[in-house]
């Protein structure tokens, strides 16, 4: 490892050396070094292919590289325990339906959604046990198997030991669920999902619904069958390594002198509501009322809206519209969602086999449209067996589900 490590010291002294001192500046606010795999494959070729078969192995090469450079530059923090994180794989990204035997404990690059995030947890990083017999107390490391206490003392030779949990170190933690891009899902099939693991510094850093690309390694999760004990299946999880997110804020819209007339002028317009209805999807004729409602949707209710009596009144507006098949309700939909600055348009279905045919509907998609429209198309039986559409949920128009206000959460 040491020829290794070296080659390391060798390329953050000199390609990263104005990183280093700004890890070192704000440390422990900031607690990690990126390094550009891309960037660093042209001068360490191998180096770069063997971190991508073995990440596990030189990242720890790579840390011990950062700790002894940093020390010979005489800046040492104490309690200087700083991560390297790689990123920008040379090799294009993987689906993660596609996600298998082939990439287990390598680096791999995925993109998808994120729909599901839990609240911080600790995790023992470091654990502090002490024999029950003679008091000595033995560190080790917990792996994923999970917790478990030293064989022997050392001391002793005893087997008994009681976990100090208060002079452990812990590391904060948190559990993440992606999801594969809807428009890289092929045909009609349900988009696949893999765990995600945050640990440290990249804990609270996505929110549901942001579009990430993450730099990880794929990891087996043991499973366990009633009554059989461990199972031959293993799940998958994804540690992350490192965060991308790919969603860019919009940018202010400066409005010159001769645009804020012309809106003035509009909007003194005695047809405003006329011309803002007929503007939705004006190749369609008709659907009057429809198309009001869409626009009354997107442009939402008045914030924090107090009647008289003291009641309040919520400013998400809520549509549920009931049509038969083939009358332009998909296509609204489609017009709503080019039309809206964030949408998703979700045409998914999932349920129980009825008539050797699945119906119902895989309601995943509110959950990843946070701040942005979200249209959902569903379909159910009749009495007769059927099937008819149908639609349900906040802002829902033309047999689909619709949220565009930018302060709802899903």
């Keep these: 490892m040491e020829e290794e490590i070296q080659q390391f010291q060798d390329y953050f002294s000199t390609s990263l050396k104005q990183q280093l001192y700004d890890l070192v500046g704000s440390y422990p606010q ?27 192995h030189y990242s720890k090469a790579a840390e011990e590289a950062l700790r002894k450079s940093v020390e010979s530059f005489g800046l040492m923090p104490e309690g200087f325990k700083p991560r390297v994180r790689f990123y920008n794989l040379p090799e294009k990204e993987v689906l993660v339906q596609y996600l298998g035997a082939e990439h287990l404990n390598k680096l791999v690059q995925v993109q998808g959604v994120v729909n599901l995030i839990t609240d911080i947890r600790p995790k023992i990083q470091v654990a502090l046990w ?25 001391h002793c030779g005893k087997k008994e030991f009681t976990l100090l949990e208060a002079t452990s170190d812990f590391v904060n933690t948190q559990y993440a669920q992606l999801q594969d891009l809807l428009e890289r899902v ?40 009633k009554g059989k004990g461990k199972s031959s299946i293993y799940g998958k999880a994804f540690d992350v390594v490192y965060v991308k997110k790919e969603e860019k804020e919009f940018e202010e819209i400066e409005i010159s002198k001769e645009e804020e007339q012309k809106i003035i002028e509009f909007s003194r317009n005695p047809r405003v509501r006329e011309l803002i209805r007929d503007s939705i999807a004006p190749s369609i004729y008709g659907h009057f009322e429809v198309k009001q409602s869409i626009a009354m949707q997107l442009f939402g209710g008045t914030p924090d809206k107090v009647l008289p009596d003291g009641n309040k009144v919520r400013s998400d507006i809520h549509v549920l519209l009931i049509g038969d098949p083939g009358v332009a309700k998909s296509q609204l939909l489609k017009f709503t969602e080019n039309l809206a600055p964030k949408c998703i348009y979700v045409d998914r279905f999932r349920g129980k086999r009825q008539g050797g045919r699945r119906m119902g509907f895989e309601g995943r998609g509110a959950r990843a449209c946070k701040r942005r429209a979200c249209c959902y198309r569903r379909i159910r039986q009749d009495a007769g067996g059927r099937p008819r559409e149908y639609s349900r949920g906040a802002g829902t128009a033309a047999n689909q589900h619709c949220e565009s206000r930018n302060r709802h959460k899903v």
């Design 186 to 225: 092929q045909g009609s099939s349900t988009p696949a999902h893999v765990d995600l693991w945050f640990e440290d510094d990249l804990t609270n850093v996505v929110l549901p619904g942001e579009t990430i690309t993450v730099t990880g390694v794929l990891r087996l999760m043991p499973r366990m069958e």
């Design 130 to 154: 002490e024999c029950a017999y003679c008091e000595r107390t033995t560190k080790n490391y917990p792996d994923n198997a999970g917790l478990k206490p030293p064989t022997l003392c050392g």
């Design 30 to 56: 900031k607690r990690s070094l990126d390094v550009d795999l891309t960037v660093f494959s042209r001068s360490n070729l191998d180096l770069a292919q063997a971190i991508a078969e073995k990440p596990d």
